[in-house]
């Protein structure tokens, strides 16, 4: 279910510090150490999925569910005013950790892209 050597299964598992603001069961979300924006959160599912693509049709409720909590998690940390949502999917897309992860962006004015 977790990768050992992946450092978002670290960062679930407490091996690897972290600033979280969410946790339950299915997910995680902590402050990006490297933040994009004023508010710069990552949303990290508790299985191992490398990509997007990988989540199969059985498994797809993460998705879901993520999706689903986020606007008040975003709310709770200062995305008052509306916040972007941001999958990077493969090399593309510059993904850098392959832990599926969502983005969250705000707390300011966002540049448009
Ligand atoms: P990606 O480019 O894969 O979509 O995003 C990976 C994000 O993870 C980057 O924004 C990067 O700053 C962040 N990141 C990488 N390593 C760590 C870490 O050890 N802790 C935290 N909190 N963020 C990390
Ligand atoms: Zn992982």
Do not use: W
Not at 16 to 22: C, D, F
Not at 43 to 57: I, Q
């Amino acid at each position: 279910m977790l990768d050992g050597k992946c450092v978002f299964c670290r960062i679930i598992k407490g091996e690897i510090p972290s600033a979280k603001v969410y946790e339950d069961e299915k997910m995680c979300v902590f402050k990006d150490l490297e933040p994009k924006a004023k508010v710069h959160l990552l949303a990290v599912p508790k299985t191992h999925f490398k990509l997007l693509s990988e989540v199969g049709g059985s498994e797809a409720e993460i998705l879901s569910y993520m999706l689903t909590k986020i606007p008040q998690i975003a709310a709770d940390n200062g995305c008052t005013n509306g916040y972007r949502l941001i999958i990077n999917q493969g090399d593309d897309a510059g993904q850098t950790v392959f832990h599926l992860h969502i983005h969250i962006l705000g707390g300011e004015k966002l540049s448009d892209f």
